[in-house]
């Protein structure tokens, strides 16, 4: 149940979070309220209306019918201080903030009471009110954060749990080695009526890294295009019935091989608690890009291919998540720019490629960078960890002034140890 605490600087009723992580399910709620209470018969779906948030206590209008009571909520570290004005002095909760209580999980879910944690989103959305929105509804006061804020450092788990440290000693350069790409091919040998086509598959979510998969395309008359495209050639075994160039032997060995790899891998790469235990994996599939791309580049029929499921690669693809697209061997230069933005700072990483910027880049495929449908390789496993977790956090970092030192510390000393960040107000 919860318990009754008479502090002389707080009074109210402490409800404890789920696992100490500030989420609160209907089901922990009830396990700390007496039965007569959770079963709130006369206060059924109340209606809450937002009064104020001073000093990390959020103080709402709790009513149902003709009556109304004050709902008072803050969090102090592991657990939920809550009072009502009812007057209430029982061994738990009384029913009004239950009912209360339970509306908010209700309809603004589990987490939201992370929302109210000191330094949380609640005061950092009052002191730059310009920089949020404010949602009011029955259900009382939520906090959005507005899309050009991104990831704000200090709230984004995914950037302030990040091992930064883990990401930046990963392998700066492949160690050099003997590559067993073929010589170009003196005669291109293309059925009359159909073709070979090569799908760059990008899986969603970075469930796998990307991964090259033939299948087969019927052709226009003028063998200039690809009309209709037919089965994922998946098992890459089935070549008897092809009339196939050195080229694409060799890519359909390679991209079985790579498939083998890239099946068994993470497509999450920044997750530094496990990045050392597939590094060599991760060394691998690298390579294997690195001798695929230049006899790729030689294939007149290139194009990516989203994939939801790895069930579809029974079939055949779907015309309308197909783009064309080329492969570059040139290996881009990642470096960063703090951008001050009066009450906030905004780290963005830039793409440079022979000393050229490269603007608006797509960092959605693991290990690439996208530019204008043209794919770069990156150049190291350091590199892709580190442009994962920037796609990641939205392509861009916010950081409120309050939070630079912390941030300072964290994560752009250890970055300018190995990237270029440049400073613009």
């Known amino acids: 149940m919860a318990n009754r605490t008479h502090s002389t600087t707080t009074k109210g009723f402490i409800v404890r979070f789920q696992e100490d992580n500030f989420r609160l399910s209907i089901e922990t709620l009830k396990k700390q309220t007496d039965a007569a209470a959770a079963a709130h018969e006369n206060w059924r779906s109340p209606c809450l209306r937002f009064l104020s948030f001073r000093k990390g206590q959020l103080t709402l209008m709790n009513s149902c019918g003709t009556r109304s009571f004050k709902l008072v909520i803050q969090v102090l570290k592991e657990h ?25 999980i209700w309809h603004l879910g589990e987490e939201y009471f992370e929302k109210l944690q000191p330094s949380g989103l609640m005061e950092m959305a009052f002191a730059h009110k310009r920089y949020f929105d404010r949602q009011e509804s029955a259900a009382g006061l939520d906090i959005i954060v507005r899309p050009e804020l991104s990831s704000i450092f200090w709230l984004a788990p995914k950037v302030e749990d990040l091992n930064i440290g883990a990401l930046l000693k990963l392998p700066s350069a492949l160690v050099k080695r003997e590559m067993t790409i073929p010589p170009p091919a003196n005669k291109d040998l293309v059925n009359t009526s159909h073709g070979l086509v090569y799908l760059f598959v990008i899986a969603a979510h970075n469930r796998l890294l990307p991964a090259l998969i033939p299948c087969m395309g019927t052709l226009n008359k003028q063998q200039s295009a690809v009309k209709s495209f037919r089965q994922f050639l998946v098992s890459l075994q089935k070549e008897s019935h092809q009339l196939l160039t050195n080229d694409q032997k060799f890519l359909n060995r390679a991209g079985y091989q790579l498939w083998k790899l890239v099946e068994a891998q993470p497509g999450h790469i920044v997750n530094g608690f496990s990045i050392k235990s597939f590094s060599k994996k991760l060394t691998a599939i690298f390579y294997a890009w690195q001798e695929i791309i230049p006899v790729l580049q030689r294939q007149p029929f290139i194009y990516s291919y989203y994939l939801y499921s790895v069930k579809e690669l029974k079939g055949k693809p779907q015309r309308r998540r197909i783009k064309q697209i080329s492969f570059s061997i040139q290996s881009p230069e990642l470096r960063f720019v703090l951008k001050d933005r009066r009450h906030f700072y905004v780290l963005q990483m830039q793409v440079w490629v022979n000393n050229k910027l490269l603007p608006r880049c797509d960092t959605g495929a693991t290990l690439f960078i996208n530019h204008r449908q043209v794919f770069y390789l990156l150049g190291s496993l350091r590199d892709a960890a580190i442009a994962q977790w920037i796609h990641l956090s939205g392509e861009c970092i916010t950081i409120f002034k309050e939070h630079f030192a912390k941030f300072e510390k964290e994560i752009l000393m250890p970055l300018r140890q190995c990237y270029s960040v440049s400073v613009t107000n």
Do not use: E, R, T, W
């Open 80 to 104: 939920l201080l809550v009072n009502c004005s009812c007057g209430h002095n029982g061994p738990s909760l009384c029913q009004h903030a239950f009912a209360g209580l339970y509306k908010i």
